[in-house]
């Protein structure tokens, strides 16, 4: 095989193994148990690997896989949307992913009763300070909360 090929086979899994690590996610949700009706938000909490940082963009985009029990005013949501600060460093801007962001929703009338888990995941464009590398990837999250048959009363 010729080295342009070896080069080729190797980089894209060393990136790609690496990516994980440039951005973590940790979420939740409150309140951790919900009734039908009633308003709740996702909490996503970041952690970027050193001397690198997420650009607004292209865009920063977080996604929800379907879910019947909670209902999102929006599919997807960007940097703007969550009014997510962009700060300028030399003449680069990049997100201020230092604050948790808080998602709204609403547990929907028909939510089923039980334990349940909401999957997403973040679309980003990283860049590294350092290095000057520029790296497009995603990160999943998951968080797990329960519902009761009650329905929130609205006073």
Known sequence: MGLGIILWLIIPSFLLSGAEEILSVESSISPLRLSRGEEGKVILKFSLKEGTEITPQPSFIIEFVP??????????????????????????????????????????????????????????????????WCFKSSSKFRATFSTRLTVKKKY
């Open 67 to 132: 879910n019947e029990e909670l209902v999102f005013p929006k599919n997807f949501f960007t940097a703007s949307d969550l009014d997510i600060e962009v700060l300028t460093e030399k003449g680069k801007e990049y997100l201020n992913l230092n604050k948790p962001i808080e998602i709204p929703f609403t547990v929907s009338l028909k939510a089923k009763r039980g334990i349940h888990r909401l999957e997403g995941k973040v679309k980003y464009f990283a860049f590294s300070k350092m290095e000057g």
